[in-house]
């Protein structure tokens, strides 16, 4: 995944955007508390290695980290949203977890 991001990753007018589920089926308090983990580990890890129980399009995310990886420094990491359904409408008792994240390209000085 992180060499076909590479390869598509065509500059400052370049926006991909990957798209997974988190956490799946845990009541509101344990869902929250592991997007929370989820969301951290995205944001600072250097390796890839998200777990599949963590989030379906772990893959993904891991081919976005690895991409980060080869790149030091051009990347800046930003949590934009964190939320399950049972924010919404949906009950409290079985939840599905979303986040969203944002790799930004720095700006080389």
Wanted: glycine share 12%.
């Amino acid at each position: 995944v992180a060499s076909l991001l590479e390869r598509v990753w065509g500059g400052d007018d370049t926006q991909i955007l990957i798209s997974s589920d988190l956490s799946h089926y845990h009541g509101y308090a344990e869902a929250t508390a592991l997007d929370r983990q989820t969301a951290g580990w995205i944001a600072t890890s250097e390796q890839p290695g998200l777990d599949h129980q963590r989030a379906c399009g772990a893959a993904c995310i891991d081919g976005l980290i690895e991409l980060a990886r080869r790149h030091p420094g051009r990347f800046r990491r930003e949590c934009i949203d964190l939320r399950n359904s049972g924010d919404t409408a949906g009950p409290r008792d079985r939840v599905v977890g979303y986040g969203a994240f944002a790799f930004h390209e720095v700006a080389p000085c």
